[in-house]
């Protein structure tokens, strides 16, 4: 393990375009989660409702925080879209440089190969729980007004549900760009992708629905805004998520089987 | 007998091309092997099929006596095709990656890269090499780990006379030091010059295997005629440096060993009491032989 993922180090350490890539998404991802309180203001200020106000002063509220981050930074086709960019570019280049086949020649098998791309997956999913880890704390100590034990680990397990969310999305990419090899083209099938499930999802049955792979990584974190509805229509009785579903994780852990299975049979099937 | 490798009745096709077909040959411990074809012959697939990046269609080879696996390539050393690094990366980094794979101390890298002349050149990036220095540090990433068989695929393809006569040398003082080489060339100069052993291919059959000497420095042609034809042919017959006698007419042909003359013939005939009416040596050339050979199995 240590030393697959030494490996995958070794090859990341000099790649400059990497580093940018991922500078370039940690600021970005800390810009839009620090950018709520700004955004919030600017609608309040917009519509006039004073309830928006109060909505800010609740959202970073613990334990609240903690599900509309993460809602926030798990969106479809928003910021984590960089980190599957990312992994298409690591996983393509291997394949169009040919350095796979040297990395297999020298010794490595197939599965070592597969299993080295998807520690680094699960270390940049980590890395980027870390960071809504840190700025829900941060956020959260300047702006909730509860500071209870129990309020600030209280739906802490959205964290996990970012977690196992980011990265089924990142092995759906990295299978996107075993199938296909090709970086630009890999890179135009996950944004296609992203919007044919869209249209796939209006088309079918609804019973389908949670079962697309896209929704179902999605909807392991659901829409959080319990509060500000709460605030708005007291009386409206909506079914919002108030904890991870095990049902969710259960159809999102499926597709990342498939995923990872497939991007195996790939790699084991094919000449390299 | 200590084999290295081990191939049974090998098949892959590409669509209607036959690449490799039924090859079976073995490789033993200590030798220096070629395998010589034309372009498009089957080595470089054969290669990648023993280096375990593409799927044979039928049959089966073995590595030390053992099914293939990655712990059998991390004993190996090869260069297929063209050198394949990260281009951003230094070229200690990269050979850094492979130590990682093979499992080899980081410290044989500073050896290996002296080895080919590039320690002064470690952190230039791959990018930056000419494709001779390339070709010198895929060498290098060969010999990493002191493994006990180095493959060569073409290893002097692409590079000026200068670069050819360095990697030949490297290659023979390599094949000096006891490890088993494969080489697979195009070029009969290269194999007769660097190897011991050749396996000769041609779209994808197997040709010829045997040592370089016995096929490939067939000895040059004599033609030799006397009155008495039958006891000339006799006699011939019974020359231990003589083989291959046919009647071709009045003249026989034969096949005179190397190192020995038509004055060492002549000399046994006068002692036999045969006057010969006719005697010349025919040079035959590698190059021919080897166009030869490859036209006799079409």
């Known amino acids: ?272 | 007998m200590n084999t290295i490798l081990s191939i049974q009745n090998l098949n892959k096709r590409y669509g209607k091309i036959h690449a490799v077909s039924n090859l079976s040959f073995e490789i033993e411990k200590g030798n220096v092997y070629g395998i010589l074809g034309p372009n498009g012959s089957g080595k470089t697939t054969t290669l990648s099929i023993i280096l375990g990046v593409v799927q044979s269609n039928s049959g089966s080879f073995s590595w030390f006596g053992k099914p293939p696996s990655s712990e059998s390539r991390k004993q190996i050393g090869a260069i297929l095709e063209h050198p394949i690094f990260y281009p951003y990366m230094s070229a200690e980094s990269n050979l850094k990656i492979i130590a990682d794979i093979k499992g080899v101390d980081a410290n044989d890298i500073e050896r290996v890269l002296k080895t080919v002349e590039l320690y002064d050149r470690k952190d230039s990036r791959f990018k930056t090499f000419s494709y001779g220095m390339k070709q010198r540090l895929a060498i290098a990433g060969a010999l990493l780990g002191n493994p006990e068989v180095l493959i060569f695929d073409e290893p002097t393809n692409g590079l000026d006379p200068k670069g050819i006569a360095e990697i030949r040398e490297l290659i023979i003082d390599i094949a000096k030091q006891g490890i088993t080489i494969i080489l697979a060339s195009h070029l009969l100069d290269e194999v007769q010059k660097t190897c011991s052993h050749v396996l000769v291919l041609n779209k994808g059959n197997k040709l010829f295997a045997g040592k370089v000497d016995e096929v490939l420095n067939v000895a040059d042609t004599i033609e030799i005629a006397s009155d008495d034809i039958d006891k000339l042919q006799f006699t011939l017959k019974n020359i231990d440096f003589i083989s291959n006698v046919k009647s071709d007419g009045d003249i026989l042909t034969a096949n005179i060993q190397a190192g020995k003359t038509t004055y060492d013939l002549n000399m046994i005939l006068i002692k036999s009491e045969i006057i010969v009416t006719h005697l010349a040596r025919r040079k035959q050339s590698l190059e021919k032989q080897f166009l030869e050979l490859l036209n006799e199995n079409q």
């Open chain 1, 1 to 272: 393990m240590i030393r697959l993922l030494r490996i995958e180090f070794r090859k990341l350490k000099p790649y400059k375009a990497f580093w940018v890539m991922l500078i370039f998404y940690t600021i970005l991802l800390a810009i839009m989660v620090f950018g709520i309180p700004g955004l919030i203001d600017w609608v309040a200020e917009k519509s006039g409702d004073s309830k928006i106000r109060i909505f800010k002063a609740i959202v970073f509220n613990f334990p609240d925080i903690w599900q509309n981050i993460a809602y926030v930074a798990s969106l479809r086709i928003f910021i984590k879209m960089i980190l599957g960019l990312i992994v298409i570019v690591l996983i393509t280049n291997e394949f169009s440089n040919l350095t796979i086949r040297s990395n297999i020649i020298s010794g490595l098998s197939r599965g070592e190969f597969l299993t080295g791309k998807i520690l680094l997956l699960a270390t940049l999913t980590i890395f980027s729980t870390i960071i809504i880890f840190l700025s829900g704390l941060y956020l959260g100590f300047t702006n909730s007004s509860s500071k209870d034990i129990s309020d600030v680990f209280g739906k802490m397990s959205f964290l996990g549900g970012y977690f196992i969310e980011l990265f089924i999305f990142l092995a759906f990419a990295l299978f996107i760009g075993i199938l296909f090899r090709k970086t630009g083209f890999s890179i135009i099938i996950l944004f296609a992708y992203s919007i044919i499930e869209l249209i796939l999802d209006y088309k079918l049955p609804d019973s389908f629905s949670p079962y697309l792979p896209l929704n179902a990584m999605n909807n392991i974190i659901r829409s959080p805004n319990t509060s500000l509805i709460k605030l708005k229509s007291p009386g409206f009785n909506f079914d919002f998520q108030e904890a991870i579903s095990f049902v969710d994780v259960g159809i999102a852990l499926v597709w990342v089987t498939i995923f990872i299975s497939l991007s195996y049979f790939l790699l084991k099937k094919r000449d390299i």
